[in-house]
C-alpha cells in the first residue's frame, strides 16, 4: 500500500444516477472527479469537472482520461475499449472491457458462472431455431428466453410457455449469434447482493437484500432479507465467487433466485453500483458508492456491514412524460425519517428511475410503512 | 405547505466545508446549488454552480442572487446586509441580516441570550477599563476577556487573574464599544446541541454531544453526550429558546459549559452548521446539513434523532503549511468503519480544519478509538 497519497482523480464514463451519486462519495473523500457523458441529462451536472461530448470520438475520450488516475463505468455499455485504447499507461480502467465483455452478453456471463461452479438456473446457448426448440423441450415447455445483449427490466427478455410463443421470442430476440433459452425458475423470491472488490483481490460484500418487482422493475429493497442464515452464507459465498470469476475491479451486483428449499441461483450480473444497493447510503458503515471509489483506487474497502437494523428503498419512477414537474416532494418531506434522493434528471418518462427513498428504522416494517408512504407523495 | 415544487435554487455565501457540505447535501434532494467565494480555496471546486468573486461589490452579489429561491451563509461573516439589498423579493435571505448582527456581536448575543432567561454565565458589557476592574472585582477575580466581535478558537479571548493581565487584556481585545467581561465558569465539560428552524417556526433538535478541545480547537465529538437525562432535556429546552431568541432560520448550533451539579449555561452560539453537528451525516436519520437546506426552503424538517447507539467524530487538523501532500490516508481506510471527510482545500496550515473522521458503533468507546486511530494516521 503507497503511504503517500495526493488526491487522486477518477474519471466516470455516464451521467446518470449511478455516476452521480459515486461522484459525491468521491468528493466527499476529497477524490477529485471528472465525467464523460453523451448527452447533458441532468444528474451529472455542477457535480465534478463535467464534459458533454461524444465518448465514442478517440480524441474526445482521450482528453477526459488525460489527467484521470482511475477511469471507470456506471454502465456496462459505456466504451471502455476505447478508454483503454487512449490512455495513459498509468491510467487505469476498472472494470476493464475484459469484465463488461463477459457481462453485457447474457451467454458469456452464464458460462462464466457455470464455470466456476456458480449455481445458475439451467440455461441453452441456441444458435439456431431448432436448438432453442430442443432446449424448449428438454427444459420442460417452460422456458425464459433472454436477448444476449441489452435485456433489462423486462425488456428483451420473454416467458415462454408453446413453440407459437418460441417462434415469435426466437424473431423478436435473436441475434446473429442466437438466444439464450433458460428454464423457468419457479423461486418464492428474488434476493440481490453487492460485492466491491479492488484490483488487489480485496472484496467485502453487502448484506443480503430482498428485491421486490412491480412490472419486472426494481420497486423496493428490503435490508437485511429475511432469508436464513445458512442462505446468506451462500449467497455470500456465490457472491464473491461471481466477482472473482468475471475478475471484477469495482462493485459487483448480484441478482439471485430464492427457491422454495432455500437453495439460490444466480440470476444475473452488474459490474457496477446497483439499485438493490442504494440503501446502502444511510444503512451502511460505508455505501456502496464510496466502496466502488475506493476499490478502482486500489483503497482499503470500507465495513460493508448494517450499522442500523433495518432498512427499507423504494424507487421514485416517473409517471408521466415531459420536462420534471414535482408534485408532492414537501409533503414526504414531512415523513419523519424519510431520505428522499432526487436524481435531478430534466425529463421524465414511464418508469424511468427519477429518484429513490430509504428509511432505516429498528425493523423492516416501520422502514417499509414509511417508505413507500413517502415514495407515493411524489410524482415526479 | 405548497404542494406544487419545482426543485429550487439555494445560493451558499462561502467556498468552505460547511457549504461544501450543504451543498452535497442540497444536490442529494435534486436542489439546485449555486456559491459565491471571495477565493478558489478548494472546498468550493465543482461542487454546484461555483462563482469566485468580490462579495462586496453589489453587482457581483447581485447576480449571484438573481435566479436564487433562499441565500444562505456558511459563516455569520458572510455579506449578508449586501444580499438582502440587492435581492429580488421572492428571495429569501436565511439566516437573516438581523439574526447574524445580535450573533455576531458577542455582548447583544449574551444579552439577548439574558433576556429571554437562558442561563448564561455572569457577564459585563464594560465601555471602558474602569468598568472591566469593576467587573473583575465584582467576578471574583477570575474572568475571561472576549473581543466582541471576531473571536473564535481561542483567539481574540483572554483568561485574566490580575489586573495587569486585565490591563494586556483590554489592550489588546478591547474595540470601540469596549470588551466582554465573563465570570470564569468551573466547567466539567463543554456539550453542545444543533437545532433547526425553519421560517414557520418548525424546529427539531440533534442529540446533546460531549465536545473536548485541545488547543482551544474542537478536537472530539462524542454522541450521545454522557450526560443525565434530566440536563438533555434542559439542553432541549435552552437551545430551543436561543433559537426564538435570536429568530434564527437555519441552523444554529449551541454551545454549553456543564456544570459539576448538572446544570447548563449558555457560551455560544454559531448560526450555521457547526463542526459539532459532522457526525449527523452517518449518525442522525437527517444531517445537520440536510436539514439546513430543508429549513432555509421552508421544508419539513427530518428526523434530528440518532440511527445508531454512539458515533464519535475527530477533527482532521492541518499539521504543517503550504500545498496539500497528504500521508497515510490509505491507512486511514484501513481502519474498519471509519468515515473520512476531506474538505478539498488547497492550503494547508497548523490547526487548520482539513477534514473529519466519524464512526458509527454501539458504544461510543469503540467509535472513539477507531476515530483517534483514523485520524491518527492521516497527515494534511
Not at 476505447?82 to 458460462?111: F, N
Not at 432479507?225 to 449467497?235: E, G, H, I, M, W
Amino acid at each position: 500500500m503507497n503511504n503517500e497519497t495526493s488526491f487522486p482523480t477518477i474519471g466516470i464514463l455516464g451521467g446518470g444516477q449511478l455516476g452521480r451519486m459515486s461522484a459525491l462519495a468521491a468528493l466527499s473523500m476529497g477524490v477529485r472527479v471528472k465525467t464523460l457523458s453523451p448527452t447533458a441529462s441532468g444528474p451529472e451536472a455542477h457535480i465534478g469537472d463535467v464534459t458533454v461530448g461524444d465518448w465514442n470520438d478517440p480524441a474526445i475520450m482521450a482528453a477526459f482520461v488525460n489527467g484521470c488516475d482511475v477511469v471507470t463505468v456506471e454502465s456496462e455499455w459505456a466504451p471502455a475499449e476505447l478508454a483503454e485504447a487512449v490512455r495513459d499507461p498509468a491510467t487505469a480502467v476498472w472494470p476493464s472491457s475484459k469484465t463488461l465483455k463477459i457481462i453485457r452478453h447474457k451467454g458469456r456471463q452464464k458460462k462464466a458462472l457455470e464455470a466456476a461452479g456458480i449455481p445458475v438456473p439451467e440455461f441453452q446457448i441456441c444458435g439456431s431455431l431448432s436448438e432453442a426448440k430442443e432446449a424448449f423441450s428438454r427444459f420442460g415447455h417452460r422456458v425464459v428466453a433472454k436477448k444476449f445483449e441489452g435485456s433489462y427490466d423486462g425488456y428483451g427478455n420473454a416467458t415462454v410457455q408453446s413453440l407459437k410463443e418460441l417462434d415469435v421470442a426466437w424473431n423478436d430476440l435473436s441475434s446473429e449469434d442466437g438466444l439464450l433459452i433458460e428454464s423457468f425458475v419457479p423461486f418464492t423470491r428474488e434476493l440481490a447482493m453487492m460485492v466491491a472488490r479492488s484490483s488487489s483481490g480485496e472484496s467485502v460484500v453487502y448484506p443480503l437484500v430482498w428485491t421486490e418487482q412491480k412490472d419486472h422493475r426494481c420497486h423496493a429493497v428490503t435490508a437485511p432479507s429475511p432469508s436464513s442464515d445458512r442462505t446468506q452464507q451462500v449467497a455470500r459465498k456465490m457472491a464473491l465467487a461471481a466477482a472473482d470469476a468475471v475478475s471484477v475491479v469495482g462493485l459487483l451486483g448480484v441478482e439471485f433466485f430464492e427457491l422454495e428449499n432455500g437453495d439460490l441461483l444466480v440470476n444475473e450480473l452488474a459490474p457496477r453500483p446497483h439499485n438493490t444497493g442504494h440503501f446502502t447510503i444511510e444503512a451502511c458503515h460505508t455505501s456502496q458508492f464510496e466502496n466502488h471509489v475506493r476499490s478502482i483506487l486500489n483503497w482499503p474497502l470500507g465495513d460493508a456491514n448494517l450499522q442500523v437494523p433495518a432498512a427499507v428503498m423504494v424507487n421514485l419512477l416517473g409517471k408521466r412524460s415531459g420536462l420534471v414537474q414535482t408534485t408532492g416532494l414537501e409533503a414526504a418531506m414531512g415523513i419523519s425519517g424519510a431520505s428522499i434522493h432526487i436524481y435531478g434528471k430534466h425529463e421524465t418518462r414511464p418508469n424511468r428511475k427519477m429518484g429513490h427513498v430509504t428509511v432505516t428504522a429498528s425493523d423492516s416494517g416501520t422502514a417499509r410503512s414509511k417508505a413507500e408512504q413517502a415514495a407515493s407523495l411524489i410524482i415526479l
